[in-house]
């Protein structure tokens, strides 16, 4: 058991490997592989978080070499929580996946399932990581796994989409690999809790300064903050569906994570709002995105890139929720992430069922959905509720904290950007329910589209209905996350 934060990380690692040999023997064998190594990865998260919450903060020496020398990996509370979403929702993907992955990309599954597992590799590695460096390799690992599975998606667009990605991506990690440079000029140090106790000393410093500047914006462009976030709707409306499913709720809650990892762990929450005094200008960022990505959301003709623009409105709500300078507002941000990662997942379990009867997002090919996919879109309609707020979906919740935090620092063009957004969001999904309920399936046919069920496989649906729970479930006990999870670890 106390081997169990290298574990997590290493069996999916390990799987990749296994998964690729296992192909050369029956292509089959790399699909099940890869989903025991998920459900290793995730039992062993499930057993971290209660480690966590009854014991306090796990440190592990990778290989045995101590800090700050050797790597750590160090989970808190904060990341403990990021570590069950990953694999949790890696693993419920996989099992949801696995038929359109042979509708999509059959002859090349094992690869799929390979870069699959190496992803989730970087983002687990990411998230439970003590070390600056360490994390930077982690992020690029996840990076060009990323480029990878993108491009096996349409085969049209897919490609341009990735390298795109590729070029934005790769000047996010020179921006956070500079930042970290300087860290290390100045401090000498990589760990990140003895850079931490550094810099207590020095926060004077113009190197410190650059580099907490070039680290949050390689942040920043790693997880598409507005106006940096060009890669982000091509790339998650052409990348294959079964990777889009996971990529679309983790990627940019991972960096987010990153993001408040830094400020609360690395510089220090003292070192931000008082000596650099920048809340105010990342807040009005942060509202600019919002509405930015709400009303662009607004001309979207495809599920997919509505979606995807809602997925940059969400982002400003994290980032000015972390940037409010209150408990609240930070209360609300690390919520979101977990809020916001159940609720595209659930979105995107619901579009891919759609593609796998369909084959077609576009909004002129969902008429007739409810009468055809009534189980589907039961998913959707909630998930899609979530994200505009409407109690008790969890999306209320960390709505509400970062609501109050708004409020309590003074910040009320962010409180109104919340509510203007969910009003468009609510535009945005009634429109959807309108169109796939109110209008005939032209392609029904002689038939009656209203006798014509046409649902998606027991796999997809399951998946779907069990983070429809959770949504709900994380909504019922949001009062009981904060104070047992988020609180503590801001205290």
């Given at each position: ?177 500079l930042g970290v440079g300087y860290l290390y000029i100045t401090t000498g140090s ?193 998930a899609g509720l979530s994200i505009i707020g409407v ?101």
């Amino acid at each position: 058991m106390n081997n169990m934060p290298a574990i997590l990380v290493l069996a999916p690692l390990l799987g990749a490997f296994f998964a690729c040999l296992a192909a050369w023997i029956q292509k089959q064998l790399s699909y099940y592989i890869a989903l025991a190594a998920m459900a290793v990865s995730c039992f062993a998260a499930v057993s971290v978080l209660t480690d966590v919450i009854t014991s306090g903060t796990m440190q592990y020496r990778m290989a045995g070499w101590a800090p700050p020398m050797g790597i750590e990996l160090r989970i808190d509370l904060l990341n403990a929580m990021v570590l069950v979403l990953i694999s949790a929702i890696a693993f419920v993907n996989l099992v949801a996946s696995v038929k359109n992955v042979e509708q999509e990309i059959s002859d090349r599954a094992p690869s799929f399932y390979v870069m699959y597992l190496l992803f989730v590799v970087g983002l687990l590695g990411v998230t439970a990581t003590g070390d600056l460096f360490n994390l930077y390799v982690l992020i690029e690992i996840t990076s060009l796994t990323s480029y990878t599975l993108i491009a096996l998606g349409d085969k049209d667009r897919a490609p341009l989409a990735a390298l795109n990605y590729i070029f934005i991506g790769v000047i996010g990690a020179s921006f956070y690999l500079l930042g970290v440079g300087y860290l290390y000029i100045t401090t000498g140090s990589l760990n990140m809790a003895d850079v931490a106790v550094i810099l207590k000393g020095i926060q004077g410093s113009s190197a410190v300064l650059t580099a907490f500047i070039l680290c949050i914006l390689g942040v920043w462009i790693k997880m598409a903050l507005f106006p940096l976030h060009v890669w982000l709707p091509n790339a998650y409306a052409f990348a294959p569906v079964g990777f889009a499913r996971v990529v679309a709720p983790l990627m940019t809650k991972v960096m987010v994570y990153v993001m408040v990892r830094l400020m609360v762990t690395v510089f220090g929450l003292e070192y931000i709002f008082e000596t650099l005094n920048l809340a105010d200008a990342v807040v009005w960022l942060a509202v600019t995105a919002i509405l930015a990505g709400a009303f662009t959301a607004l001309f979207q003709k495809d599920l997919k890139k509505m979606l995807a623009y809602i997925i940059v409105c969400e982002i400003g709500y994290m980032v000015g929720g972390a940037w409010l300078g209150n408990s609240l507002g930070m209360t609300g941000a690390i919520l979101h992430i977990l809020n916001d990662g159940l609720m595209t997942f659930a979105l995107f379990l619901a579009v891919g069922n759609i593609i796998y009867m369909r084959r077609q997002t576009a909004f002129s090919d969902l008429s007739g959905l409810f009468a055809a996919m009534p189980w589907t879109m039961a998913g959707f309609v909630l998930a899609g509720l979530s994200i505009i707020g409407v109690p008790p979906t969890c999306g209320f919740f960390s709505k509400w904290y970062l609501v109050l935090g708004a409020f309590e620092a003074g910040a009320y063009h962010f409180a109104a950007a919340l509510i203007i957004s969910s009003l468009v969001c609510a535009v945005l999904f009634f429109k959807v329910f309108e169109i796939c309920f109110f209008e005939a399936d032209s392609g029904a046919g002689d038939h009656n589209p209203a006798k014509v069920i046409t649902e998606a496989p027991v796999s997809m649906l399951a998946s779907l209905g069990l983070v429809s729970v959770a949504i709900i479930a994380a909504g019922i006990y949001a009062g009981t996350i904060v104070d047992t999870i988020i609180l503590p670890f801001l205290q």
